[in-house]
């Protein structure tokens, strides 16, 4: 169960200022989400939680969002999120999704849902089988079965460091590590995502 | 939504006070970016034209910064002062001022001259402001502040970038770690996955081809034309350097742009056939317009000031000031015809008359050397021209709006998929290393070595500058509250042996950081072998354990436990005798050890 980085967790009994201000802007994000939340399905999703709905909206609903229709990745995206595996989000996953997604998130973290996304068979690797999906989705399948193969054995033997023939998560961040425009791509730390910034 | 709300309320109301204080500070941060300006221009860009582009215009930004901070500390230290002190201008202005900067501004407080180098004081008896030391002072620790950005900002970015240069998996960071999730257009989408298939079409026909056999022919040709390419650039920067120096010396006014805008139509025409090495001359290109730019400024310099600051005219710093006012706006003015010849015309040409070109590309290695050439005019005009951060700040703005402007109009998304941290980590390297260490040594020799003119400016009648800051000192020392800072000044800043001793120091801890990284070098290529080695050793433990399964499985009827428990004993034994060997692999030089010695004990 992802922990919302937009949440933190200490103990202490005092409220100073900032966290007044703090609360204020987090909870005015998390408003401004549930709006679009809601505009995806209005039938559907409650404007009241206080029973505690068990409401999940659908990937194909979510997959139509203008910030990630175009995106080759999107239906992963959206599955790596959901509790269920399936791409249904229910609003914590909605939230969830979009707090790793923006400029708030740490570096760990994208790395670790980085990774998720592009292990398609979930089996926290990736295997050649996930390279070559990734590949096709990359250049909507315009090279030919043995171009493929080519560059996945290339892929997996330059950054297999273990040499299981598949990468694990450590492989990942190395690599990761030695490409610095990496997090610049991956959702770049200083700005905001799409999505919140129509508030401001 | 009351749930959600609780429990953040909760979360929130705990907290532990250094964390939460960090926290603060990461919310002041994430507010900041928000509230700055153009931020949503930013984004759209980053959206429509990936990172690369948008990274030209963050620099545009950063450098408005500098130019925003030098203008309004020196409108508050030199001119607020300068009001108060003002001589009546009894020169009329025309229009033609503007481009000229000379006439009704001569006597304006845009120009050094105009400085009174009097102690202004408004009420008598009370606290008087010292002309000279303010503007000496002003100007230096305007430099000094900018060589502290520039650096840390240099440092931060050669650390994250650069931090394993050997160790560039071209394929696997290709597929993985380019893809620009940034962008939600779906033309710029198809374009990114048009140029990544292209990319490793290209990859894939080198992995193809074996060795890269030129004929003798073919590596004659291609010899012959970068050492062509390479003659012409460098002949075109001689003669544009020296015809810049005659037509100053010879004071007629053709301004030096003109100087140079030739040899920027001789060096883009590139020999056909030479895209193989289009990125590599790519930065040839940027390497050559660069050695230009500097010798034109070099050759402006060197004029200025051995030949204008000797010479009998009335105000000599005036004098530079206006050239250089007239140099930034020339550039201005040629930036936006740039703008306008590269971007408008050529969609015009691209899209109509011939179709085959299509729309242009945001030449993003030719603005940013714009921008650095232009800043780098900005601070060599600060010390003869206060205010002129300020018009070099109102002609960014307007080039960021006309750029911005163009691009969304005229322009296409990047097909080469730049190394936007590198190049930007060059392009701030450019802007410290040549640039501005170039302009700390011109005025480093204008304020130490030049006799400025005798009849205007605040330092009128000194033998140098520095001579204002060496008669405050003397001033100083009569009174005993400020003996301290005397002695600071003849011990520390004028003392050749403290100098001497700092730089050895310097040298040392240099060297010593340097032997370092060798090490740390040597124990990450260690640690790497050791881990490949670890997987060697774990893929043949699990082949032995298989096979040790496989055979008590087909002699599980003969009872054979005794001899399965030995044999899985010694396995035990075996992995922790590798575990030991692979500690003591880091005192040796690494090899496939391991497997050797795996197959040696069974």
């Not at chain 2, 394929?171 to 710029?188: G, Q």
Request: charged share 15%; glycine share 6%.
């Amino acid at each position: 169960r992802l922990k919302n980085p937009l949440l933190f967790e200490q103990e202490q009994l005092f409220l100073p200022v900032w966290q007044i201000c703090r609360f204020c802007w987090l909870f005015l994000l998390v408003c401004r989400l549930h709006g679009r939340y809601h505009e995806m399905a209005p039938n559907v999703v409650p404007m009241d939680y206080t029973k505690d709905p068990d409401v999940k909206l659908p990937m194909q609903l979510i997959i139509n969002m203008p910030e990630l229709k175009e995106n080759p990745f999107k239906e992963r995206i959206v599955e790596s999120f959901s509790e269920d595996g399936e791409g249904s989000l229910s609003f914590n996953d909605f939230v969830d999704m979009f707090s790793v997604l923006s400029e708030m998130a740490p570096r760990e973290l994208k790395a670790i849902y980085a990774f998720k996304i592009y292990d398609f068979n979930t089996d926290n690797f990736i295997c050649k089988a996930d390279l070559e999906k990734t590949l096709n989705k990359l250049t909507r399948e315009e090279l030919t079965a043995e171009e493929i193969t080519l560059v996945c054995e290339k892929v997996i033997e330059e950054a297999d460091m273990d040499g299981d023939g598949k990468l694990g998560f450590a492989d990942f961040e190395n690599m990761i590590s030695k490409a610095p425009d990496f997090l610049r791509y991956y959702f770049k730390k200083n700005r905001v995502s799409c999505i919140l910034a129509g508030m401001f | 939504a009351e749930d959600l709300v609780g429990s953040l309320a909760n979360s929130c109301l705990s907290s532990s006070s250094l964390q939460s204080f960090r926290r603060f500070g990461n919310t002041l941060t994430e507010h900041f970016h928000q509230l700055q300006p153009w931020h949503k221009t930013l984004k759209i860009i980053g959206a429509e034209f990936g990172t690369s582009v948008l990274s030209y215009f963050i620099f545009l930004k950063w450098l408005l910064n500098f130019n925003i901070f030098s203008f309004l500390i020196n409108f508050g230290f030199i001119t607020i002062p300068q009001f108060l002190a003002a001589e009546p201008n009894n020169l009329s202005f025309t229009g033609l001022e503007l481009l000229t900067g000379a006439g009704y501004f001569q006597q304006t407080v845009l120009y050094y001259g105009s400085y009174t180098n009097a102690t202004i004081s408004k009420v008598e008896n009370s606290a008087s402001y010292n002309m000279q030391l303010a503007y000496i002072f002003t100007v230096g620790t305007y430099f000094v502040i900018c060589f502290l950005i520039l650096l840390f900002s240099m440092a931060r970015l050669f650390s994250r970038n650069f931090v394993n240069p050997q160790a560039r998996s071209v394929n696997a960071s290709k597929l993985l770690c380019t893809w620009d999730f940034n962008i939600t257009n779906e033309k710029a989408v198809k374009l990114q996955q048009k140029n990544l298939l292209t990319q490793i079409k290209e990859g894939l026909t080198e992995l193809n081809k074996e060795v890269q056999n030129f004929s003798v022919m073919e590596r004659v040709v291609r010899f012959a034309t970068h050492l062509i390419a390479w003659v012409a650039s460098l002949a075109a920067a001689v003669a544009a350097c020296a015809g810049v120096y005659f037509l100053s010396i010879n004071n007629l006014k053709v301004r030096p742009e003109f100087a140079f805008f030739h040899t920027v139509v001789v060096l883009p025409s590139l020999p056909p056939g030479m895209d193989q090495l289009l990125v590599q001359l790519l930065f040839l290109l940027l390497f050559r317009n660069i050695i230009l730019k500097i010798s034109i400024v070099g050759i402006l310099c060197y004029y200025w000031l051995n030949i204008v600051a000797t010479s009998e005219s009335q105000c000599w710093e005036t004098l530079v000031g206006q050239d250089i006012y007239r140099l930034v706006l020339v550039d201005f003015i040629f930036c936006l015809l740039g703008s306008f010849f590269g971007e408008f015309l050529r969609r015009i040409i691209g899209t109509t008359v011939c179709v085959s070109l299509g729309l242009p590309e945001f030449d993003i290695g030719r603005n940013v050397l714009d921008l650095i050439y232009a800043q780098t005019l900005t601070w060599i005009g600060i010390l003869f021209s206060p205010l002129l951060p300020g018009i070099q700040m109102i002609a960014f703005l307007i080039v960021f709006f006309v750029k911005k402007v163009s691009l969304m109009r005229n322009c296409q998304p990047p097909c080469k998929v730049w190394r936007t941290a590198q190049m930007m980590t060059s392009f701030i390297f450019l802007l410290f290393c040549p640039s501005f260490l170039g302009v700390l040594s011109v005025i480093g020799v204008t304020v130490w070595r030049l006799k400025p003119s005798e009849e205007c400016g605040p330092f009128r009648g000194l033998p140098s500058m520095y001579a204002a800051v060496a008669e405050w000192i003397q001033m100083l020392e009569s009174y005993t509250a400020w003996k301290w800072v005397v002695w600071i000044y003849h011990n520390l800043i004028s003392s050749e042996l403290f100098f001497f001793i700092i730089s050895t120091f310097v040298l040392v801890v240099t060297y010593l950081y340097w032997q370092i990284i060798q090490a740390r070098r040597t124990m990450t290529k260690l640690l790497h072998n050791q881990i490949i080695n670890a997987g060697k050793d774990k893929k043949f433990l699990l082949q032995k354990l298989q096979k040790v399964q496989r055979s008590k499985r087909s002699s599980s009827a003969l009872g054979g436990r005794g001899q399965q428990v030995s044999l899985t004993a010694q396995l035990l034994l075996f992995n922790c005798l590798v575990q030991v060997h692979g500690v003591l692999q880091l005192c040796k030089q690494p090899a496939g050890l391991g497997k050797g010695c795996a197959s040696n004990f069974i």
